[in-house]
């Protein structure tokens, strides 16, 4: 299961307390109360893994450990350990309790999200010519806080999409040595799948249906994961009465979602392409064509048209550079 949208709340360490001491010894008699030491700081941390906000599901409260109190003899309190939270490259950080958002693209990447409380003072640092014997001291301050939500876009170079039942992910299995779950049913993908083509990554989005913008069948919820595609695959099957019309319908989820999506390099295979007779198959590349798009009709039993497809990833590739 993919957990791609949760909340948590993230609280960094509070501040050592300062101590208050003196050196009984004799002839060195004075303060000696040391500093607490700082409070641990939480940080966001990019990783490659996909299911890593599946940690956050049961666990909503996170916290960075205090700074240690000050001990006697000037020894400062050591720093409270910093809380590094693993999440997937491409997930939003937004903080709910600034109104502010991050993002993490990058393997590697950190991301301060609240700070750790200073420590506060001994009675050392209040020595003075005035006052020798201090027994003031600071109290260390708190952390901050704050409440996150963590949301999942994916990057992908490549993004396969279409009604549901179209050969996605047959198609991404037989690209790659992804083992996606293939079935003659609506709905088999209910969490995107990804697989590597050489240098690419390629996007299996379960899906769309009309209306899925406004939340009907799996909603709005994988049609953030196109946002961050770089190219589109539209994927029409052979076996629909009306390919050009499924084609309509997927770019007016896209466009009611981000109009921006339409601005996206596409490439348009009519899947299953082995079911038609050459007759069917010239009658629906002809449809396409009256609406001014090129249909490059595939199938995952036909080497050739395969090929076909790998020599677009590979062209793709050769953008990249």
């Known amino acids: 299961m993919l957990i791609d949208d949760v909340k948590i709340k993230v609280k960094a360490g509070r501040g050592g307390r300062g101590a208050v001491a003196f050196n009984n010894t004799k002839m060195g008699l004075g303060p000696t109360g040391a500093d607490g030491g700082k409070g641990g700081d939480v940080y966001l941390e990019g990783v490659s893994d ?9 666990k909503k409260e996170l916290a960075a450990t205090n ?27 937004h903080n709910l ?4 958002d991050y993002e993490i693209v990058s393997i590697g990447q950190r991301l301060l999200v609240v700070k750790g409380g200073r420590g506060g003072k001994g009675n050392y640092k209040f020595r003075s010519s005035v006052n020798t014997s201090p027994t003031e001291f600071q109290a260390g301050l708190p952390g901050e806080e704050c409440e996150l939500r963590l949301e999942l876009k994916l990057i992908a170079d490549v993004g396969f999409i279409g009604l549901p039942n179209v050969g996605k992910s047959s198609l991404l299995n037989e690209l790659t040595n992804a083992k996606s779950k293939v079935a003659n049913y609506s709905f088999t993908t209910l969490d995107p799948n990804l697989g590597v083509y050489y240098e690419l990554i390629l996007a299996d989005i379960p899906g769309l249906i009309e209306g899925a913008s406004e939340g009907k069948g799996l909603g709005v919820k994988f049609l953030r994961h196109i946002e961050r595609t770089k190219t589109l695959f539209y994927l029409i099957s052979a076996e629909s009465a009306e390919p050009a019309k499924d084609y309509q319908v997927v770019k007016n989820e896209l466009a009611a979602y981000n109009k921006e999506l339409l601005a996206k390099p596409e490439y348009v295979f009519l899947s299953k392409s082995d079911l038609l007779t050459e007759k069917e198959l010239k009658e ?12 490059i009709p595939i199938s995952i039993i036909d080497d050739e048209s395969i090929k076909q ?10 953008q990249k550079y």
């Open 50 to 58: 996909l299911s890593a906000l599946i940690q956050f599901r049961y």
């Open 284 to 295: 629906k590349i002809k449809a396409f064509r009256e609406i001014n798009k090129e249909i």
């Open 97 to 100: 309790s600034k109104n502010e």
């Open 309 to 318: 497809v790998e020599k677009i990833l590979r062209e793709i590739i050769k």
């Open 67 to 93: 700074g240690e109190n000050g001990k006697t003899r000037l020894n400062d309190g050591s720093d409270g350990d910093d809380l590094i939270l693993k999440v997937p490259i491409g997930t939003v950080a």
